[in-house]
């Protein structure tokens, strides 16, 4: 019995190899019969269904290979019917075959890749990519799977562009170019060059969505060049001749796109949509000259080929905006503009019904988030023109309304985009829809007489103002506030240094080293992914964080008002296109009025700063008898142009700057020219009567660490290498060997008591690892701006560079909660001036850190008089005076002991922030918002639990 037991089991043995051939073969013609269904689409259910038995059994086979082509098989139905998304609930019964190293597997996480795409979850889609190009680099051999790597690469870069990112999806689409060139030198094969010319386009839309002319146009060219190489498809070429129409419309070039959309309308098999879209572009031609009926009759035109297309009924809102503009540039058809306005919103916004006040949601999809933006400020115009023809007071509030949910609109799609480039890119396109605003809420205030109206229109100035840095400062309020895991604070901090230390390799490595340029690419990839993936964990982890942080930041002007001193005023200015603006605000009062014209300040503001800082005028000229009296000339006609006539000066001052005013020391002007003087310390400055300090917008919070610093003090000051040519003036920058710095320190340290690091032992490591629990920093050294790219702005911690120097980047994502910086290093308040957002220096790094107040410096300081002025400084800080009084005494007490008294050895130091004494506040709806739903469970609770109790 045993023997025939074992010469079954034997024959079976024998057999399991055909059989698994059998079924293999079986498997094949089975995939056969899909592929034969797939080609008629009325069969798709059918292949679907027989699709979805042979992956099932396949996996209970281990049929890995065919289990991979029956999904695929699937993805590709999915796919024809452009419902890929349908895909996607196919993935759990992928994941178990994801570990697979099968070349197949990489297919499949490319649809799927695709598929999260398609409904917006960016940080999945691009997880899926970027394991295809490390499932690509590290488990196949070199040159074998480079077409997908592309795929993957071009993927990631459309990701990033939707987000607002181009500068890194460029990077991406050229790594593409980079593998996809090397595969061309060696096969010319069609659909690789339409490729190219594929990504040739995507890049040329990167440069177009910047406003890069230029670029733009020439990538649309190469991609034209690439598509006409291969005689390429009509409608591929017809979509670059469009997407090149496009650029030259969008920057002025009328002929040439008008020559290129009528070549286009005269190519043979032009699709619907592209007619369209040809017309559309015509009829942008026709409004911009003016040509009104020609451009209502293509775009008629246009509307009648979208009409055939229902999932784009963007493109049709965008003609009602194109009608809204050509009724508005008439002058006399407002309520068609305001029509044609209501109704290209309702293609925009799901729902959406005209109202006496503009409720919109304030969520837009990226995509129409610009168009929409568009449309609602295009509707806010057509309101005022309403007015202007029937005089009715009731469109220009409609006018104001609308001006509000169309800023909202903008504020909450720029806390969706991911990049900081692409939120100051908004914030910079901003800026003229804010002026208008402003300058409605005026017109408002003059017609009613209610002085409401200029508290509004501070609120439009205060809103363009610093977005970027209220929302990384509220944003870290708000985690701790919430109690939400502080580990994802930390987290942020360390991908986002460890993403800009990358990319600083990258700029160095594509210089000298090229070798390590892709290396570097894929490390950043992979540090941006991780970033993402916070940032969605975030989202996903706190679903009200988003409002919250919309509220946050919509800061209203009685909460400014009621946190400022009885003798404390602010002046906000605003830089507008033609007129600059400035509002003096008290804790009573909000006043608003246009100075002046801004190539007549900007003239005189530029005159000034001539005689206040260009070091050669200084040594040759200031101090002759006709210099000071330029000086004095110059300072005074700049006051009559900036500051308020006829009133007196308040005691305190805080200034927001604007424009060109950013770089200027309020304390060194002067009210009257003086007919005769001997000194600059004679002088009238406002100096003497005034304490200013400076903010880069109002409702920006610091967040304190914590209550209690391990360290009052922390002062550094490092030694320099002795260099034989130095400059002109002794300042702090360049190869100077600085003597007064250790002097200024040591002198602070001992007054304030804590820790100072001088000469060898003033090392980075220290800062780093001591600044986190300081009350007071203190950074006397050497500091250079870098005006291109203002995140490598840096302090030299020693001679050479490399690790010691501590750039921007590092200090915006360091946790910190100093009262005080002093940042006694040259221009440490300057650097990339960013229109909306100020300048982009050192002092707003450390106060993107949470440091509350930062003393910074203008331009580049003398050594000798910075150590004179800071030892002041701190012993009237140490008596008890708040930082801004300090300074004034200090600068005051200079004055009377030094023979130099130009403003350029003690006017460059300005106070910038906020010290606050208790928790930073939120406003109440915010509080109210994160309060009551716990104080609602926590009753539910006891009361089931006092409920219990009785049951028992």
Known sequence: MLVQILRFVCLLLLLIPSLNSLAQESFRQRLEIVEELLDDENK??????????????????DSIEVVLIAYQDIAYAWSVRRKLTEFLPYE?????????????????????????????ELYKADLYYQRVIQRVKNSFPKKEKDNINISALVNRGVILAQVGDYKEARVNYRYALDILEEILLKSKDRALLNLKASIYTNIGQSYFEEGKKDLSISHYHKSLESRKLVFSSPDRLIRDYLNLASAYLEFGDLQEAEEIIQKVLSIEGVGELEKGRAFRFLGEIYLTRQEWENSHRVLDSAGHYYENFPGRKSYIGRLWQMRGRSFLAQGQSSRKAIEAYQEALSFFIDNYEPKENTDLPRNPSLENGRFLFETLTGLARAWKQSFQQGQNQTDLIQAYETYQVALQTIDSLRMELKSRSAKYFWGENLHEVIEESIQLCLELESLSGDETWNAKAYEFSNAGK?????????????IRFKKTNQNLLFIETEVEQSLARLQKELILAEKDDPEKVAS????????????????????????????????????????????????????????????????????????AQKIGKVEKIEEAVDTFMTCLRNPQWIKEFAFSQEGKGVFANTSAKLFRLICPQGENLPPKVEIV????????????????????????????FLLYKTEFKYAYGKGLESTKKSDHFSTNYLGIAPSYAPN?????LDVRYGPNTLKYNKKEVASASKLMGGNSFLGAEALKDSFLKYAPEARILHLAMHGYIDEHRPQYSKLAFGTEGGAKDLFGYEVSNLVLGAEMVVLSACETALGKYQRGEGNLSMARYFREAGCQEVLMTLWSIDDKATSQLLERFFEYYKEGNSASLALKKAKESYLEERDL???????????????????????????????LPILLGAFVFFRNKLGSKQTG
Not at 44 to 61: M, V, Y
Request: charged share 25%; aromatic share 12%.
């Open 44 to 61: 798709f259910d059918e292949a679907i269904h027989l699709a979805e038995r042979i992956a099932q059994e396949a996996g209970e086979a």
């Open 92 to 120: 759990k019964q992928m994941l178990p075959f994801f570990k697979e190293n099968h070349p197949d597997v990489l297919e499949l996480m490319i649809i799927l890749g695709n598929a999260y795409r398609q409904i917006g």
């Open 466 to 478: 610093a977005f970027t840095l209220k929302e990384k400062l509220m944003k870290r309020i708000l």
């Open 520 to 591: 570097l690419r894929t490390k950043i990839l992979e540090v941006r992914q991780t970033l993402w993936a916070w940032q969605d964990s975030l989202r996903a982890g706190n679903p009200d964080f988003n409002q919250l942080l919309s509220s946050s930041l919509d800061i209203k002007a009685g909460q400014i008002q009621t946190k400022l001193e009885p003798d404390q005023v602010i002046w906000d200015y605003f830089w507008g296109k033609n007129e600059v603006y400035r509002f003096g605000v008290s804790r009573d009062k909000i006043e």
């Open 657 to 684: 700057a604007d424009g060109p005013l950013v770089r200027l020391p309020f304390s060194c002007l002067i009210e009257d020219e003086p007919s005769s003087y001997s000194d600059y310390s004679e002088l009238p």
């Open 724 to 728: 034989e040519v130095l400059q002109k």
């Open 901 to 931: 008294g130009h403003p350029f050895y003690w006017a460059a130091f300005v106070l910038v922030g906020e010290k606050h004494e208790k928790e930073p506040f939120l406003p109440i709806y915010v509080i109210l918002a994160i309060v």
